[in-house]
């Protein structure tokens, strides 16, 4: 047994995916074997190969013979080169004492062969609002005192969904849509934004437990997640996407979370749905997408706080109606976080255009009951508020928009209480590519990033912070009629009550809520799947 041990690790995740370029930064640790105590006088070796070019592909193994390489560094540091390219490397580490003699065993390490460098998306200028105008002429310490900040809303595209439609994607090239090329451009690009809080979507959750979450918070983030219902297997793990909020910790730390499943909203709606509207009500409003809101305080001002939404609602086409359902409920709970004086951001992919209903209602407030009843398969609109007091607006509102109607995600804030100082300008056409499609190897994502400097006005920045927060401003307020009167009326059509074709186990849980004073008796024929309640008495 070697007296000492030699620890090595890379401080990128993606050390085994060299680019020209970009360096190679081992991290080395010594300690006395069995102990985490290190000794006083060692160094450690570091020998730097590339494979030979006739033997490409060969050399590859850890152990293979040393013909195969050729030594091209001795430092601890590597910055591959072109005549690197194609080739793998490989690192032979190992510590020796103050006389040279060797105390440890030998690190081998062998990396995939160096590509191109990664190419980093175009640099974006900041286009200035008519607030943001009026304050460029003002002493920059006024400017830099001031509450401002930078938000970020960026669906990242999930590895997941690249995998399951890769014909969509055929115009890249197979190796730019590679999760390992695109988590470190997509990072790059991030941090290059330096914004103070990001709302991520589609992060995938293994993604987010093994690359974000740890590369984030080496850069000072902190951040919730909250990921879907449904996903696919990955060994033992389900893996689904989700939201991810980050925030600086310097900057805000987190007052309260809360978290949304529209699913779980629809539940009461659907008890509401005419009996022969239910089947159809399951079908289309029992949908796992997610929203995650968090309020968070400044660090320099306790009197000082923001609400900040971020969600991903239904996509496709044809569920319009459920989309605004979904935001219906979002607003529902904001309003009251908004009626405490508390400023509040909504940041997403909502899956609609502006014109659609969804941008109405969350940009003008309302939507005209006849305008949705249209599109109301379900009848819900009788149900439903539709209009809101809380006075939100596009971040992005009156500027260049080179994509127009293509518009899905947005940056909205709560404008009596929040100012928008400037936004990121969207990239043209022409920086994309001649094909105008994405991702490519230079945008990592089918989205576009969206990022906004946001200040806090003077009256909401000593906000009454002793009023307590609500529990759960989700919480149904309105009682669904009992089940007792809803039998009473299926007595009356001379109906069967509660029989509802379900497609599969896991909504049938959800649906027990639907009658939690009766005795339920299922039966399920998996060829379906297919089940089927039947009331057998009331309590």
């Known amino acids: ?47 730097w190969s590339r494979e030979i070019k006739g033997f490409i592909g060969l050399a590859s193994s850890a152990a293979a013979v040393h013909q195969f390489w ?11 080169t072109k005549d690197d390219l194609g080739h793998c490397l490989r690192l032979v580490s190992y510590a020796v004492n103050s ?8 690190f081998i390490f062998v990396t995939s062969p160096v590509r191109p460098l990664t190419l980093s998306p175009s640099p974006r200028s900041i286009i200035p609002t008519i607030s943001g105008l009026k304050r460029l002429g003002k002493p920059q310490s006024v400017v830099e005192n001031s509450s401002g900040f930078r938000v970020l809303s960026y669906n990242i595209l999930a590895d997941m969904y690249i995998k399951s439609g890769r014909d969509n994607y055929d115009y890249c090239p197979p190796e730019k849509l590679s999760w390992e090329y695109r988590c470190q451009n997509l990072l ?11 709302c991520l979507q589609e992060v995938q959750s293994d993604h987010y437990k093994t690359f974000f979450e740890p590369e984030l918070a080496r850069f000072g983030y902190l951040s919730i997640y909250k990921g879907k219902r449904k996903g696919i297997s990955k060994g033992k793990e389900l893996v689904t996407d989700g939201c991810a909020t980050f925030f600086r910790h310097d900057k805000f730390k987190l007052v309260k979370k809360y978290e949304i499943e529209y699913e779980k909203v629809a539940v009461p709606m659907i008890s509401r749905l005419k009996s022969e509207q239910r089947n159809l009500g399951i079908v289309r409003l029992l949908k796992d997408n997610i929203a995650t809101v968090v309020i968070l305080e400044e660090i320099d001002n306790c009197h000082s706080r923001i609400c900040v939404a971020n969600t991903h609602l239904l996509s496709g086409k044809g569920v319009s109606d459920v989309r605004l359902f979904q935001v219906i409920n979002l607003v529902r709970g904001l309003q009251k976080i908004d009626s405490l004086g508390i400023p509040v951001l909504v940041c997403g992919d909502m899956n609609s255009a502006p014109g659609s209903d969804t941008h109405a209602y969350l940009v003008e407030g309302k939507v005209g009951y006849y305008r949705q009843e249209k599109k109301d398969i379900l009848g819900m609109s009788k149900f439903l508020k539709l209009n809101h007091p809380m006075n939100l607006a596009s971040a992005y509102s009156g500027t260049p928009n080179a994509h127009g109607n293509e518009t899905l995600d ?9 100012k928008v100082d400037g936004v990121f300008e969207i990239p043209s056409y022409e920086s994309i590519g001649k094909r105008r499609l994405l991702p490519t190897p230079q945008w990592s994502s089918d989205h576009v990033a969206l990022v906004a400097n946001v200040r806090i ?20 307020v309105k009682k669904v009629k009992s089940f007792e009167v ?16 379900i497609k599969n186990m896991e909504r049938k849980l959800i649906f027990e809520s639907l009658a939690p004073n009766c005795k339920i008796m299922s039966r399920c024929q998996f060829a379906g799947v297919n089940i089927k309640r039947q009331l057998i008495g009331c309590q």
């Open 486 to 501: 809803q039998k009473k009326a299926f007595k009356k059509q001379k109906e069967r009550p509660n029989i509802y074709h």
């Open 1 to 47: 047994m070697e007296p000492w041990t030699l620890e090595i690790g890379f401080k990128s995740s993606v050390h085994p995916f060299p680019e020209v370029g970009v360096g190679l930064s081992p991290d080395s640790v010594v300690y006395y074997a069995g102990t985490k105590i290190s000794p006083p006088d060692c160094t450690v070796m570091y020998t």
């Open 457 to 476: 006005k003077k009256a909401y920045r000593e906000q009454n912070c002793s009023e307590p927060l609500p529990t759960d401003p989700w919480e149904e």
């Open 70 to 80: 050729t030594v091209v560094g001795s430092s601890s540091n590597y910055l591959p």
């Open 188 to 198: 790059l690009e991030i941090l290059s934004y330096e914004a103070d809080i990001l």
């Open 410 to 418: 947005y940056i909205l804030y709560s404008q009596n209480k929040l």
């Open 99 to 106: 006389n040279g003699v060797k105390m440890s065993s030998t």
